[in-house]
């Protein structure tokens, strides 16, 4: 299946490429009761221009943390976070940013939502219409640019996201879990949606994933952090061909790959929860069986 494709090549070329985002020494402590708690230690991470990242870790690793810090949205103790080599200094509109929740305004139409970022900017209300077009169009929601969040089904929504935070042309695409919410079938489509706008458009993402199998499908490389504190336990690149299509699944290169970050991600489960390595007997609670 991969006979053909160069993966040394292939990462030599991203390499070569120039740093779009650097973390340095990146740590974030919380407030915790009366004391504090370490959620990110020395997180050091390069990612190069039109690369795609994904993030995935156990729970309570940091995963979140991470894109909400890049994104400037929330602060940090200590270390260094830049773009193209400058420090970043709160949100911007050089850095869009998509959550798992759908955060359309609700009382602003499909059209209206995605207008918001250029209006916002200081471009003309035409203008910002043109634009918002635009992408409406290339998330394929054109008959619906006057419709409201409620009248979206949750993946149209998540497209509307996307445009919103496409719209302002961003150097990074950073996305916390955005397809979670979204059922398998609509999952699926809305994955290969995201690849097909990053091959064509000059875009870096940085996504944060619970799934392996998500993971595996979109990134050049995975960052796999373990937790208690959020660390960086290693980067994975996945040596997978591109453009990929979900018949890659199948592949005997796709399981390895997934016994490999399987591993990384679930093997301090029991560690971060000790309870786990006992759970109780159910009593019986009902006189119905399963048993005739």
Same mark, same amino acid.
């Given at each position: ?78 270390? #260094?976070?830049?773009?193209? =080599?400058?420090?970043? %200094? +709160?949100? !911007?509109?050089? *850095? ?15 059209? #209206?939502?995605?207008?918001? =970022?250029?209006?916002? %900017? +200081?471009? !003309?209300?035409? *203008? ?21 969040p409620h009248e979206l089904s949750g993946g149209m929504k998540q497209r509307v996201a996307i445009a ?103 093997s301090q489960e029991e560690e971060l929860d000790p309870s ?17």
């Open positions: 299946m991969t006979e053909h494709f160069d993966s040394k090549a292939y990462f030599e070329s991203i390499y070569t490429r120039p740093v779009m985002l650097e973390t340095k020494n990146l740590s974030q402590i919380f407030n915790h009761g009366d004391g504090e708690r370490l959620v990110l230690n020395k997180i050091d991470l390069t990612i190069h221009k039109r690369e795609f990242i994904c993030v995935i870790g156990p729970s309570g690793c940091g995963k979140s943390t991470l894109s909400r810090v890049v994104a400037g949205l929330d602060d940090f103790h200590s270390g #260094e976070v830049l773009v193209e =080599g400058q420090k970043i %200094k +709160g949100p !911007s509109s050089e *850095r869009g940013m998509v959550f798992q929740g759908y955060t359309l305004f609700p009382w602003k139409t499909v059209k #209206e939502n995605v207008m918001f =970022g250029p209006i916002m %900017k +200081g471009i !003309s209300r035409t *203008r910002a219409e043109e634009m918002a077009r635009e992408w409406i169009n290339i998330i394929g929601l054109d008959k619906y640019e006057n419709q409201f919103r935070a496409l719209v302002n042309e961003p150097k990074i695409l950073l996305m916390d879990e955005p397809f979670g919410a979204l059922d398998p079938y609509t999952r699926q489509k809305m994955q290969k949606h995201l690849m097909d706008l990053w091959q064509n458009i000059d875009l870096t993402i940085m996504f944060v994933t619970h799934d392996m199998d998500e993971a595996i499908l979109l990134a050049d490389r995975i960052v796999a952090l373990k937790a208690n504190p959020g660390e960086v336990k290693e980067v994975i690149e996945v040596n997978l061909p591109r453009p990929r299509s979900f018949d890659l699944i199948h592949s005997t290169e796709f399981k390895q790959l997934r016994d490999r970050v399987n591993q990384l991600v679930h786990l390595e006992d759970l109780p007997k159910i009593p019986r609670m009902t006189q119905v069986s399963t048993q005739k």
